[in-house]
């Protein structure tokens, strides 16, 4: 490794051009449209970073998977066959109950607004990174690219069109507010529907009919007791085990009516290992082989949300650079798990090994109260551009 070069490029990295870039991404709102209908999308801000980009002479492509929902992404060439992509996402949550949620305050060292941690922090360490690559005149020893990618808060949109559209690495760091811990596993999710149909019949009679919720109410309880144990089997290291979790529920005509329909909405948390798709079909079978009264019929929808489980090697040489680099800065960082879902997931859905990484703490992230710690910002920037070389060898 050339070590003049990380040298020259660590030198480069520019903490007055981090916060005020940051501060101008805080300012611009990018409220996620699909889940809070008013949102402004992420078109602003894929502008902003995109103009970025050519200031530092690269050739930013933007990519609209639907009206708005902008990403950017760039590449910035290097000497070696290895590709790395860095990850962040552009939308953020609502900003109910927030007093200044655009505001990019600065007091005792920390930026404040909505996505000053989640996400505007890891775009901007990430940026920081390859802009310090730009200034320092260093070729770094793998591609960079660098994706501001739309829609994470809901479904992902803008990274899984880049994915679709054939973006490819030999790894990637996701940035999500970490607290420059390095995370390789977390658990994926399955949404979907359990549909129970019998038949209407006046309440007054209720051997004429057969009743859903009756049915749903044996049903539940034997779902659980099929699967859970299986599940057990099933804990991961970091992750721990699945789960199956009834989340909402709904059936009934009139108080005077045997219900002809019930269904229950289920999340199925799942483990490195198990995909959404497997664990449809799992549920199905176990529905499948359960005895149900005459005149009833359950059935299991398909899936309304669904996003993979991640589980890279914590071995592999994609965590190992990320955790060389993180420890080169601050020895405390860690190989860790998360319950909570990313982007991550529809990247190691390709086969590209993928981690988790930035500065910021999640306790911080939809919160009323958001911000980051600038120097924990400045810190992960160094820390990828030292990860950077380390994937290199
Ligand atoms: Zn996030």
Partial sequence: MDSTDRDAALR???????????????????????????????AAMARRIAAELEALGLQPRLDEPAPGRTSAVASQPGTGPRTLLLEAHTDTVQVEGMTE?????????RMYGRGACDDKASVVAFLGAVRALRQSGVTPPVTVTFAATSGEEFSGIGIRALMKDGLRADGAIVG??????????????LRSELVVHGRAAHSSAPAEGRNAI???????????????????????????AP????????????????????????????????????ALAELRALLAAMPLPDGIRAEITDASISGGPVGADPDGPLAQAVLAGARRHRPASSIIGVPYGTDASHIALYGVPTVIFGPGDI????????????AEVNLATAMIVDAIFAFAR
């Fill in 214 to 240: 009756d049915a749903v109410a044996a049903i539940l309880p034997a779902l659980q007791a099929a699967l859970t144990p299986q599940l057990q089997t099933r804990a991961h290291p970091l992750v721990g």
């Fill in 101 to 109: 949620p655009f505001s990019a305050r600065v007091a005792g060292g």
């Fill in 12 to 42: 480069a990295i520019d903490p007055a051009w981090q916060s005020a870039f940051l501060g101008e991404l805080v300012r611009i709102e990018s409220i996620n449209p699909e889940t809070w209908p008013g949102g402004s999308g992420e």
């Fill in 363 to 374: 306790a911080q992230a939809h919160a009323a109260v958001e911000w980051v710690d600038l």
């Fill in 243 to 278: 789960t199956l979790a009834f989340t909402q529920i709904a059936g009934g005509a009139g108080p005077n009516t045997i219900p002809e329909r019930c269904t229950v909405g289920f999340d199925r948390r799942l483990v490195p290992g198990e995909t959404p798709e497997s």
């Fill in 176 to 189: 999500e507010p970490t607290r420059l811990d390095v995370v390789v596993a977390h658990k994926g999710v």
